[in-house]
């Protein structure tokens, strides 16, 4: 099992930036690609920016340009740089981990993983 802890919401005039740190924890042997999605109320739930490991990041369109992420992996933490925040990047921001994990019995899993979500909120 996998637990990511997210940081870093909170409330921003429009122009302004914020950075949102994910950290994952627990049985891990690899985390396979970490990213960010957000949903919007009555909206789906979509990618903002994605990580693979030793692949190229992947941004959605609206945030190209103002948005950033960047990863440690010596703390399995991903990170968000959000810059010139729009009153439409208000939304619940989550973490999103790919990782395979072990058990004691020698165990191996890959699955999906969630962080509890984080709250953004951009003023006008």
């Known amino acids: 099992q996998v637990q990511l802890v997210e940081s870093g919401g909170g409330l921003v005039q429009a122009g302004g930036s914020l950075r949102l740190s994910c950290a994952a924890s627990g049985r891990i042997f690899s985390i396979n690609g970490m990213g960010w999605y957000r949903q919007a109320p009555g909206k789906q739930r979509d990618l903002v920016a994605s990580?693979?490991?030793?692949?190229?990041?992947n941004y959605a369109d609206s945030v190209k340009g103002r948005f950033t992420i960047s990863r440690d992996n010596a703390k399995n933490t991903v990170y968000l740089q959000m810059n010139s925040l729009k009153p439409e990047d208000t939304a619940v921001y989550y973490c999103?981990?790919?990782?395979?994990?072990?058990?004691?019995?020698?165990?191996?899993?890959?699955?999906?993983?969630w962080g509890q979500g984080t709250q953004v909120t951009v003023s006008s």
């Open positions: 990580m693979p490991s030793g692949g190229d990041t």
């Open positions: 999103h981990a790919s990782a395979t994990t072990y058990s004691r019995g020698g165990i191996y899993n890959t699955g999906d993983y």
